[in-house]
């Protein structure tokens, strides 16, 4: 299959405590988080070998922080991959609490 044809979906799975990104159905790959009644703290992410190169991890990035700002939660990028994504697109830096940011080398 050509990967024109190739659809990547982003989904949560509150069940897994995990963001997956799917690409035709299989997936292939996932962040996972710590949830609270206003955060989502990102701890690992994961986009399995067979997978790397089509920048899945980026999708799966900019569209579970797009889902946090959907519920009006916030964010902590404990996971190395997060904090390095929201240091290059700062849209995303609001999301994590004001008094946290320099943390994560985002204030």
């Given at each position: 299959?050509s990967e024109?044809?190739?659809q990547a979906?982003?989904?949560d799975?509150?069940?897994?405590?995990?963001?997956?990104?799917h690409l035709?159905?299989?997936l292939a790959?996932?962040a996972?988080?710590?949830?609270?009644?206003t955060?989502?703290?990102?701890?690992?992410?994961e986009?399995?070998?067979?997978f790397?190169g089509k920048g899945?991890?980026?999708q799966?990035a900019?569209?579970?922080?797009?889902?946090?700002?959907s519920?009006?939660?916030q964010a902590l990028?404990?996971?190395?991959?997060?904090?390095?994504?929201?240091a290059?697109n700062?849209?995303?830096v609001?999301?994590v609490?004001?008094?946290?940011r320099?943390e994560?080398?985002?204030?």
């Amino acid at each position: 299959m050509s990967e024109e044809t190739q659809q990547a979906q982003v989904r949560d799975n509150p069940e897994e405590s995990r963001y997956e990104v799917h690409l035709d159905g299989e997936l292939a790959g996932f962040a996972e988080y710590e949830r609270d009644d206003t955060l989502v703290d990102f701890t690992h992410t994961e986009v399995f070998e067979q997978f790397s190169g089509k920048g899945l991890a980026q999708q799966l990035a900019a569209e579970s922080l797009d889902d946090v700002r959907s519920r009006g939660l916030q964010a902590l990028p404990h996971c190395a991959f997060y904090a390095k994504y929201l240091a290059k697109n700062p849209e995303y830096v609001d999301l994590v609490p004001a008094g946290r940011r320099a943390e994560f080398d985002l204030a």
